[in-house]
């Protein structure tokens, strides 16, 4: 065996292995929403109230997200591939479990189960893919990777709906059996070695070699220390802050329709399909991963540069949203649910003022949603191989608590100033985020010169015969 076989599979062998963690990517997401439209049936079924049934997914999502951080730790440590597939039976057998569930605390604890097993998916599949992806297109995988995750949660949200409105069990079961299939899956992905895709790793895998680094508990300030982990991090309460407050979108724009005359059934139909169709705009995320791609290889900052900016100026067009009025061609039978839609789409059309607004709203989501997969491929590029898990577990913990945080609070604004006012105030949770991406353009050259020196000094030494070999290049403690 070569030592390039040796260091990166064949062509479609990686083809095979990055599909496989983007489709995993994306079950883990269907899997954390199934049970919120459920919320109804789950209840009935068991004879609780619904808050007792959403303090379960709670303790789902909270355990998913801290699990998550353990599970990264351990997969920095070992066998990251061994590490997935006990998380993925682990989650796979929490949601069969979930299908047998008759009282509040079974369900309570099948739904821990999976969330245990849920967290190794996202952190662990993180470092593997990261080595998976030169630098050169790697905000663009990272992204279709990202991506994945927004089409599992919307996957997850219609299955519960079709499957599950007369047996809320079914849409579990259907899931238990995709998350077996996925294991299987696992067994003919590639073994991807840690670093496998960094040039400054390049020299010694060709000489034979192997990056044998692990993390320690020593690295743990080490990476904390790092000043772009820190603005990445950050910036990530401030952001889910305000991302969290557009998961109410639908009601404002109910609220809109409603103001206008049409009963509360076709305003719940439009709010969610507007919504949906503007979402649908994340997916030009991967014009933003291709930008960052290109300007990165011009200046180390440009990856944080895109995100800074993208995300500052997204603002004003969230706000003007916000306020923006609809205008709307809707059929006279509002009780034609297709015809209601139908409706909505044509307005686009023939009404201008919709059409200026669903612009407005994509261009925001565009811009928004650059951060992401340069959020992800900065993350990777400021840390070694061994770190990448472990600070990708932190900061999905530190977004998992402001989203939560975001769309509690921004009810209780709601309250008080309106549905238009309060939610345009939570867009302005995006301008610290944006200042501190501008910020981490500032730090970040300094540390990918410091983890590309450190890497080549490893990578000088790993190649050396044996009798040459000096002193194993560990990073230096932080100041």
């Excluded at 040796?6 to 292995?17: N, S, V």
């Excluded at 097993?117 to 030169?134: I, N, P, Y």
């Excluded at 992905?189 to 040039?199: H, K, L, N």
């Excluded at 180390?300 to 061609?329: E, I």
Aim: net charge positive; aromatic share 8%; charged share 15%.
């Amino acid at each position: 065996m070569t030592s390039a076989t040796r260091r990166l599979p064949g062509r479609a062998h990686r083809i095979y292995t990055v599909a496989v963690f983007i489709v995993l990517a994306a079950l883990d997401n269907v899997a954390i929403a199934l049970p919120p439209p459920l919320l109804s049936p789950i209840s009935d079924d068991l004879g609780v109230g619904e808050p007792a049934v959403a303090s379960a997914v709670a303790v789902n999502l909270l355990i998913t997200a801290v699990a998550a951080v353990a599970w990264a730790y351990l997969g920095d440590r070992s066998d990251r591939k061994r590490v997935l597939m006990v998380g993925t039976l682990l989650w796979a057998a929490g949601v069969g479990a979930t299908t047998y569930a008759t009282t509040w605390l079974a369900l309570l604890g099948t739904l821990a189960l999976a969330g245990v097993g849920l967290g190794a998916v996202a952190s662990v599949g993180f470092s593997v893919v990261s080595d998976l992806v030169s630098p050169r297109r790697r905000a663009l995988v990272m992204g279709l990777w990202g991506l994945s995750q927004g089409l599992g949660t919307l996957a997850g949200t219609g299955l519960a709906g079709i499957l599950g409105a007369a047996d809320w069990r079914t849409p579990f079961r259907v899931l238990t059996l995709v998350g077996l299939a996925a294991t299987v899956a696992y067994l003919f992905t590639a073994r991807i070695s840690r670093g496998a895709s960094e040039p400054a790793l390049q020299r010694l895998y060709e000489a034979g070699g192997e990056y044998a680094h692990r993390i320690s508990r020593a690295d743990l300030p080490r990476i904390a220390a790092r000043r772009t982990n820190w603005w990445l991090v950050s910036q990530g309460l401030t952001a889910q802050l305000a991302f969290g407050s557009l998961v109410w979108l639908p009601r404002l724009f109910q609220a809109k329709v409603e103001d206008l005359g049409y009963a509360r059934e076709t305003a719940i139909i439009v709010g969610s399909v507007f919504t949906v169709l503007i979402f649908a705009g994340g997916a030009l995320s991967l014009v933003g991963a291709m930008v960052g791609d290109r300007l990165q290889r011009r200046t180390p900052r440009g990856r944080a540069m895109v995100a800074s900016v993208g995300v500052l100026a997204a603002v004003p067009l969230f706000v003007a949203l916000c306020f923006f009025p609809l205008r709307l061609d809707l059929p006279i039978d509002e009780t034609d649910r297709g015809a209601v839609v139908a409706g909505l789409l044509r307005s686009l059309v023939t009404e201008p003022l919709m059409l200026f607004t669903f612009l407005t709203a994509l261009v925001a989501m565009a811009l928004i949603s650059a951060q992401s997969p340069n959020w992800y491929a900065l993350l990777v590029e400021v840390n070694l191989p061994e770190h990448r898990g472990t600070a990708f577990s932190v900061g999905n913990l530190v977004n998992g608590v402001g989203r939560t945080i975001g769309s509690a609070l921004v009810v209780r604004t709601f309250d008080a100033l309106g549905y238009a006012l309060g939610l345009a105030l939570f867009q302005l949770f995006f301008i610290p985020t944006g200042i501190m991406y501008w910020l981490a353009s500032r730090t970040a050259p300094r540390d990918l010169a410091e983890v590309d020196n450190l890497l080549r000094q490893r990578a000088e030494v790993g190649a050396a015969p044996p009798s040459q070999r000096p002193a194993p290049v560990t990073e230096a403690s932080p100041s």
